[in-house]
């Protein structure tokens, strides 16, 4: 497994914006995906991914003020195998936890881009909400997504604001 070092450089890089006509590609890329994630399209969805593909989603720990430095606890940490057998559970009659499917949405904002690298280096703040029956449930959090320059996603690096996360909201792809 990667060494989970590089987190802060993913949260902090500012170097090499990308131009307008990149922007605009890279918004429409994570606007599409998240599209095809909202009507449980997972067989669209992973012919967006990288076959290198690393899906990350990290708990922040909670430290003094003082303390400036971040410490994240790993929650996921899935490459591409991992994440086709994960669809093909949820594609099976075998995924009852949402049976009948529940309504998601993805709300993406405040994304900044850069050229990183070979790639893009997509941050953005993300709206996650989910509604099933009587239950509606919300989850913010911070997204990092590499993204090749052919427009595949190589790796994401999800930071929710919370400190602990429902498992049943562990069955989605953030």
């Known amino acids: 497994m990667q060494s989970l070092e590089n987190i802060e450089m993913y949260l902090n890089y500012d170097k090499n914006e990308v131009s307008e006509n990149e ?3 890279i918004v429409r890329f994570l606007n599409r995906e998240a599209e095809l994630l909202e009507y449980h399209n997972y067989i669209d969805w992973l012919d967006l991914l990288h076959p290198d593909m690393e899906y990350i989603v990290l708990v922040r720990e909670l430290k003094d003020k003082k303390d400036k430095s971040m410490s994240n606890g790993l929650v996921i940490y899935d ?7 994960k669809i ?6 075998d995924a009852w936890s949402d049976n009948p499917p529940s309504v998601s949405k993805y709300l993406i904002t405040n994304t900044l881009a850069y050229n990183f690298l070979d790639y893009y280096l997509a941050r953005s703040n ?3 909400i989910k509604y099933r029956s009587t239950d509606l449930m919300y989850l913010s959090y911070k997204r990092v997504d590499i993204i090749s320059k052919n427009m595949k996603l190589v790796k994401r690096i999800v930071l929710p604001d919370v400190h602990s996360i429902n498992l049943q909201d562990l069955t989605y792809f953030l």
């Open 23 to 25: 922007y605009i590609k």
């Open 88 to 93: 093909d559970r949820l594609n099976s009659n």
């Open 126 to 128: 993300v709206l996650f």
């Open 79 to 85: 490459k591409i195998n991992t994440i086709k057998i």
